[in-house]
């Protein structure tokens, strides 16, 4: 496991959009699995503004994204896909069919999920996985208690993370499910960047990095991948017991 600190949220930010650059750069083809969250704005500016100076292209690439909300038709703002959309997708090169995010509005969210996973089978699994943590560690949206061994499914939002979500929401009502990626889907992309800004992800972060590796803490998971990037900034690095900032 790597661990990147930089001195503030958008340098840590850049630093994650240059490390996508650059995988795009080695494999213009990739297939790239991406998140929402207000973690990861930054992140999209940032790929975007390299895309208007000719430095990336996402023409060739593929995309899957962690989750989506339940019963959320795809044009609603709220929605992870209108949200991809407004914050990155609208703005590069990449081809929108080649862009996936699970399907919350299907009648059969089982069938949804088996779907999702045939498609990144289909892709050929994903290259680079963008990760953001909640504060009580999920990833995705696996929420502590999720098994390791999950795949694609549908799954209950935990109280908290309804409330951290509720300002995405004009009336503040967030679905209260959603389709995500299972933690065994995250582990299987052949390598993972996760970004932690703020201090209120510092004992999320210590816990998934230097806590026990318990399905309490979701992203204590990453510890059994061989290739896990951590970037953060030094409030999120707050809680590690030898952090400093490069
Ligand atoms: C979003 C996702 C979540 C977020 C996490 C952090 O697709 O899967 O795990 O990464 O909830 O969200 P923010 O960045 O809003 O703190």
Same mark, same amino acid.
């Given at each position: 496991?790597?661990?990147?600190?930089?001195?503030?949220?958008?340098?840590?930010?850049?630093?994650?959009?240059?490390?996508?650059?650059?995988?795009?750069?080695?494999?213009?083809?990739?297939?790239?699995?991406?998140?929402? %969250? $207000?973690?990861?704005? *930054? #992140?999209?500016? /940032?790929?975007?503004?390299?895309? &208007?100076?000719?430095?990336?292209?996402?023409?060739?690439?593929?995309?899957?994204?962690?989750?989506?909300?339940?019963?959320?038709?795809?044009?609603?703002?709220?929605?992870?896909?209108?949200?991809?959309?407004?914050?990155?997708?609208?703005?590069?090169?990449?081809?929108?069919?080649?862009?996936?995010?699970?399907? %919350? $509005?299907?009648?059969? *969210? #089982?069938?949804? /999920?088996?779907?999702?996973?045939? &498609?990144?089978?289909?892709?050929?699994?994903?290259?680079?996985?963008?990760?953001?943590?909640?504060?009580?560690?999920?990833?995705?949206?696996?929420?502590?208690?999720?098994?390791?061994?999950?795949?694609?499914?549908?799954?209950?939002?935990?109280?908290?993370?309804?409330?951290?979500?509720?300002?995405?929401?004009?009336?503040?009502?967030?679905?209260?499910?959603?389709?995500?990626?299972?933690?065994?889907?995250?582990?299987?992309?052949?390598?993972?960047?996760?970004?932690?800004?703020?201090?209120?992800?510092?004992?999320?972060?210590?816990?998934?990095?230097?806590?026990?590796?318990?399905?309490?803490?979701?992203?204590?998971?990453?510890?059994?991948?061989?290739?896990?990037?951590?970037?953060?900034?030094?409030?999120?690095?707050?809680?590690?017991?030898?952090?400093?900032?490069?």
């Amino acid at each position: 496991m790597r661990i990147e600190i930089a001195k503030t949220p958008q340098a840590a930010a850049e630093s994650i959009a240059a490390r996508i650059i650059k995988v795009l750069t080695e494999k213009p083809d990739a297939v790239l699995g991406l998140a929402t %969250g $207000a973690t990861m704005e *930054p #992140v999209y500016q /940032a790929l975007i503004a390299a895309h &208007r100076r000719g430095e990336v292209s996402f023409a060739q690439a593929m995309s899957f994204n962690l989750d989506e909300y339940c019963g959320l038709s795809p044009t609603h703002p709220g929605s992870y896909r209108a949200t991809m959309n407004r914050l990155l997708f609208d703005h590069v090169d990449i081809d929108h069919s080649r862009t996936f995010v699970p399907d %919350g $509005a299907m009648a059969d *969210p #089982v069938l949804a /999920a088996a779907d999702y996973e045939e &498609r990144i089978a289909g892709a050929g699994g994903i290259d680079l996985q963008l990760l953001g943590i909640g504060r009580n560690g999920h990833i995705g949206f696996n929420e502590p208690g999720s098994a390791f061994d999950s795949h694609t499914r549908q799954v209950s939002l935990h109280p908290e993370t309804l409330k951290a979500n509720q300002g995405f929401f004009a009336d503040g009502s967030v679905p209260h499910h959603a389709i995500t990626m299972g933690i065994a889907t995250i582990l299987a992309a052949r390598s993972i960047l996760v970004l932690a800004t703020g201090g209120a992800k510092s004992t999320a972060v210590s816990q998934a990095i230097e806590g026990p590796v318990s399905a309490e803490c979701p992203a204590s998971a990453l510890q059994q991948h061989g290739d896990v990037c951590w970037v953060m900034d030094t409030a999120a690095a707050g809680g590690l017991s030898r952090a400093k900032a490069s």
